[in-house]
């Protein structure tokens, strides 16, 4: 099933308006993984690299095409990594705290709770000068908070803590990355 820029602009809307009702939803039509990946997450990472393109060109390269041509790829690189990594650690985090694992969930719930993190990223990567901006690319954890209650089954309330150390591991991940990606094309150029 292929999905159309509108579909992918409601979808993205309503994440980011009613993520209660979006999570309800997708327990009840789950998206499927090549869907997710291919139709909805994918696209907006390479939005956020060809955003990190474009800001760098705009920031005054020249002629110099390869530095903003590595920022691009290093974002697209880094929100595919922190994907794979997030969903790998959240599904083993699920046992740990006495859930019951389900990896086509967690896919859906790291996939879809990034988009909050793209769309600031794909903004302040073409306009530097609005990184301020960046904070609220936190709502991701929200966003993240609200479909680990819809989409997951824990005994008890050990889902507060879950979703908790989860968003910890997943931050520094994601800095982790972040940090080691800059060095790595700081190191080329």
Do not use: H
Not at 134 to 163: C, H, Q, W
Request: proline residues 4%; charged residues 15%.
């Amino acid at each position: 099933m292929e999905v159309s820029i509108k579909q992918i602009g409601n979808k993205v809307k309503t994440i980011l308006i009613r993520p209660a009702s979006f999570w309800k939803n997708e327990r009840l039509e789950p998206t499927g993984t090549q869907q997710l990946f291919a139709g909805y997450f994918l696209p907006l990472v390479l939005l956020t690299g060809a955003a990190e393109f474009a800001g760098q060109l705009l920031k005054g390269a020249g002629f110099y095409l390869m530095y903003p041509f590595m920022r691009g790829m290093r974002e697209i690189i880094l929100f595919l990594l922190l994907y794979v990594v997030s969903v790998f650690m959240a599904n083993q985090l699920i046992k740990a705290f006495g859930g019951k694992k389900d990896l086509c969930a967690v896919r859906r719930l790291v996939g879809f709770s990034m988009v909050p993190v793209l769309l600031v990223s794909a903004v302040t990567n073409l306009f530097p000068f609005l990184y301020v901006l960046e904070i609220l690319g936190f709502y991701s954890f929200f966003v993240f908070m609200t479909g680990a209650e819809e989409l997951l089954i824990f005994p008890d309330n050990k889902k507060n803590r879950y979703v908790l150390i989860t968003l910890f591991a997943i931050f520094f991940v994601f800095s982790f990355l972040s940090i080691f990606l800059s060095r790595l094309v700081a190191s080329f150029i």
